[in-house]
């Protein structure tokens, strides 16, 4: 069965880095695009960013762009998101997320448990 | 950017009642819009993909309605395990939004 597993989350200060892993399994990983999705505590939801299957393509939220940025290693079937420049607006839960339909622009049909990351000094 | 607007924000209904949450685009999205089920310290469940199509495993008391601007979300018959927040979410055009979700509880 499909399995997303994050992991890297953290308390992290003001302006560092950081960065999340997202390890897939039940599926083939190189054949589908993937997406993170963050919520803030307490908020609603908020799509960061998304990457075609094969990682040629990535698209990013305003409020990311410049800042994070996906990845994927498709020989381990994991997604990574480097956040740099962390801010305190960037505090939530990141998930990853995959379609199960392949496409880019579709529904989020499995999520994973969610990574917590703190920005506090 | 399309916003997404979803009315009430909150909601109290009794077990048993039909409940009914809005979606509204700031542009035509035609069908491309999802609905999710999230329950505290959890992550999002798929309950309804392209405006009106239930994702496998869901139960058939939700449904979901509309195409161009205005979508609606309804629970035919509201159950206990249905308290979650619900989010719509259009994937016409990026960036992929939602909108700010609807609490459902019991009254």
């Given at each position: 069965q499909v399995q997303l597993v994050e992991s890297g989350g953290g308390v992290v200060q003001p302006e560092k880095s950081l960065r999340l892993s997202c390890a897939a399994s039940g599926?083939?990983?190189?054949?589908f695009a993937m997406h993170w999705v963050r919520q803030a505590p307490g908020k609603g939801l908020e799509w960061v960013a998304g990457t075609s299957h094969d990682g040629r393509n990535r698209y990013y939220a305003d409020s990311v762009k410049g800042r994070f940025t996906i990845s994927r290693d498709n020989s381990n079937n994991t997604l990574f998101l480097l956040m740099n420049s962390?801010?305190?607006?960037?505090?939530a839960v990141y998930y990853c997320a995959l379609p199960s339909s392949g496409s880019l622009m579709t529904c989020f049909d499995y999520w994973g448990q969610g990574a917590l990351v703190t920005v506090s000094s | 950017d399309t916003q997404m607007t979803q009315s009430p924000s909150s909601l109290s209904a009794s077990v048993g009642d039909r409940v009914t949450i809005a979606c509204q685009a700031?542009?035509?999205?035609?069908?491309f819009l999802n609905w999710y089920q999230q329950k505290p310290g959890k992550a999002p469940k798929l309950l309804?993909?392209?405006?009106?199509n239930l994702e496998?495993?869901?139960?058939?008391r939700f449904s979901g309605s509309g195409s161009g601007t205005d979508f609606t979300f309804t629970i035919s018959s509201l159950q206990p395990e249905d308290i979650a927040t619900y989010y719509c979410q259009q994937y016409?055009?990026?960036?992929?939004t939602f909108g700010g979700g609807t609490k459902v509880d019991i009254k």
């Amino acid at each position: 069965q499909v399995q997303l597993v994050e992991s890297g989350g953290g308390v992290v200060q003001p302006e560092k880095s950081l960065r999340l892993s997202c390890a897939a399994s039940g599926f083939t990983f190189s054949n589908f695009a993937m997406h993170w999705v963050r919520q803030a505590p307490g908020k609603g939801l908020e799509w960061v960013a998304g990457t075609s299957h094969d990682g040629r393509n990535r698209y990013y939220a305003d409020s990311v762009k410049g800042r994070f940025t996906i990845s994927r290693d498709n020989s381990n079937n994991t997604l990574f998101l480097l956040m740099n420049s962390l801010r305190r607006d960037d505090t939530a839960v990141y998930y990853c997320a995959l379609p199960s339909s392949g496409s880019l622009m579709t529904c989020f049909d499995y999520w994973g448990q969610g990574a917590l990351v703190t920005v506090s000094s | 950017d399309t916003q997404m607007t979803q009315s009430p924000s909150s909601l109290s209904a009794s077990v048993g009642d039909r409940v009914t949450i809005a979606c509204q685009a700031s542009q035509d999205i035609t069908n491309f819009l999802n609905w999710y089920q999230q329950k505290p310290g959890k992550a999002p469940k798929l309950l309804i993909y392209d405006a009106s199509n239930l994702e496998t495993g869901v139960p058939s008391r939700f449904s979901g309605s509309g195409s161009g601007t205005d979508f609606t979300f309804t629970i035919s018959s509201l159950q206990p395990e249905d308290i979650a927040t619900y989010y719509c979410q259009q994937y016409d055009n990026l960036p992929l939004t939602f909108g700010g979700g609807t609490k459902v509880d019991i009254k």
